[in-house]
């Protein structure tokens, strides 16, 4: 163990972890918004919004899960970064999510019309036109 922490390069980890608090910033955006996130964390949230469990509990889980499994069966492949992504991104994302809906009071649904919005517009750019043949 004392090997493994002299080879950790300190300021390597310190932009691991500011990258970590702008991939949560965006998370809670992206949740926010209503357009979807990555696959990983929008399946989490929708499960523990079914059975009714915090996001960042949930994920957390279902990270210690796959870490056993990588542990396992890929031990090189693991890093202090994999270690925090998975046990502190979920927990970073809800509370950017928090202070995105409290502080600001922004609602789900208001920035998504504006995504909408804009996927509306570059549908209309691209040359695609949706016509209706109702009557």
């Known amino acids: 163990m004392g090997d493994f922490l002299k ?18 910033m965006g998370i809670g955006i992206f949740k926010l ?8 964390s929008g399946m989490n ?29 890929g031990r090189r492949f693991l890093g202090i970064g994999t270690v925090v992504n998975a046990v502190c991104l979920a927990y970073i994302t809800t509370f950017f999510y928090n ?7 922004l609602e789900l649904g208001a920035a998504g ?5 804009r996927v509306w517009c570059c549908d209309l750019l691209s040359g695609t ?3 209706s043949d109702a009557g």
């Open 113 to 117: 019309t504006f995504g909408g919005t």
């Open 7 to 24: 080879n950790i390069y300190w300021k390597h980890v310190l932009i691991m972890c500011i990258g970590n608090v702008f991939a949560g």
């Open 129 to 131: 036109v949706d016509v």
């Open 99 to 105: 202070i995105y809906t409290g502080v600001f009071g």
């Open 45 to 73: 949230m929708a499960v523990a919004d079914m059975i009714g469990m915090a996001y960042g509990n949930f994920q957390l889980i279902v990270n210690i899960v796959l870490l056993i499994i990588e542990i396992a069966f």
């Open 33 to 40: 918004a209503g357009l979807g996130t990555d696959p990983f």
